[in-house]
């Protein structure tokens, strides 16, 4: 995890230095309690986990005057308390198989990338896995998928650029029971900008399959870019607008210093989070563990 521990240095620091100079009686008074909020506020946790932290603190009855570490140690602890009921691993358990996952999120936040990392861990457990190139909008995405695939081993649907997202994924479902595959990872349309026409895309999508399956999609995955901060949050408000959400992935935790952003998803909307992206490499996909990550992020 030394990954994961360079990845979270910087929202670490950044929460350090925004707490530093906070130094507190055995009791803290509201003074010193109201700029710890704000430094947590600062920090990307975001209001209602820095309202909760605050007041944990204001509970706490410290053995000696509170200095920075006596404060960070009941920080990590809450966030280890607010990050645990939210994690939650992507597993294949669907029958019938196949599983079928819908990876949904904006372009540029590590969409395709993370389909490939999921299809790799899914390998790595033995599933047989199949893509489904369902942005059709972009050549290049259709283009990048299959590039993975290809790395990967694992079989790909696609259809022409331009064509229908729903018929691909039609395809895609009825080769994937062919094949016996188990996991089978849709990538999607992250066009934002036409908010109505992605809803409409994705909700014939979401038709399609409930025809061959009326359990599927199981999944719907967001995947969201930590570095984007407040606005991954917003993403996620307006995805489920769009789409409905299951479950979240977050991407580019490492090296950046919003990571206290993800305590903020967790409190603020608790949707499963799966895993979390801490790379561009295949195999930078992490679990989501709460309790290890608290102290990442706490320092
Ligand atoms: P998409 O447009 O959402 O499909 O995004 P891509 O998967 O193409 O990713 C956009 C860029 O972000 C690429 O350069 C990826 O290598 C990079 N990327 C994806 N995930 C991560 C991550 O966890 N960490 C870092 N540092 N880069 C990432």
């Given at each position: 995890s ?63 005057d ?41 372009n ?81 349309a ?31 995955v967001?995947v969201?870019?930590a ?13 489920k ?40 490499k ?18």
């Open positions: 030394d990954r994961l521990f360079g990845g979270f240095r910087k929202t670490s620091e950044r929460l350090t230095g925004n707490l530093a100079g906070i130094v507190g009686k055995a009791r803290l008074d509201d003074a010193q309690l109201d700029d710890i909020e704000d430094a947590l506020i600062m920090s990307d946790l975001g209001p209602r986990a820095a309202a909760r932290i605050r007041e944990r603190l204001a509970e706490e009855r410290f053995e000696r509170a200095d920075e570490r006596a404060i960070m140690e009941v920080v990590a602890r809450e966030i280890a308390e607010i990050l645990r009921p939210v994690a939650k691993p992507l597993d294949v358990v669907a029958f019938p198989r196949p599983q079928v996952i819908l990876v949904i999120g904006v540029g936040s590590g969409k395709t990338t993370t389909i490939a990392k999921l299809a790799h861990l899914f390998q790595e457990q033995d599933y047989a896995v199949m893509l489904a190139a369902g942005d059709t909008f972009r050549a290049a995405a259709i283009g990048q998928l299959a590039v993975w695939a290809e790395r990967l081993g694992v079989p790909i649907v696609k259809g022409p650029e331009g064509g229908d997202p729903a018929s691909v994924v039609f395809d895609a479902v009825k080769a994937a029971t062919d094949q016996g595959i188990d996991a089978l990872i849709v990538d999607t992250g066009r934002l900008q036409n908010k109505r026409e992605l809803m409409d895309e994705l909700a014939k999508i979401r038709r399609v399959l409930g025809r061959l399956n009326p359990e599927a999609p199981h999944d719907v967001l969201l870019d570095t984007n901060g407040q606005n991954a949050l917003s993403q996620i408000e307006i995805f607008e769009v789409a409905g959400v299951s479950g979240l992935i977050m991407t580019k935790l490492d090296g950046t210093a919003r990571g206290g952003v993800l305590v903020a998803a967790a409190e603020q909307y608790g949707l499963p989070i799966h895993a979390i992206g801490v790379g561009e295949i195999d930078d996909l992490r679990p989501f563990n709460p309790d290890l990550l608290a102290r990442v992020i706490a320092g």
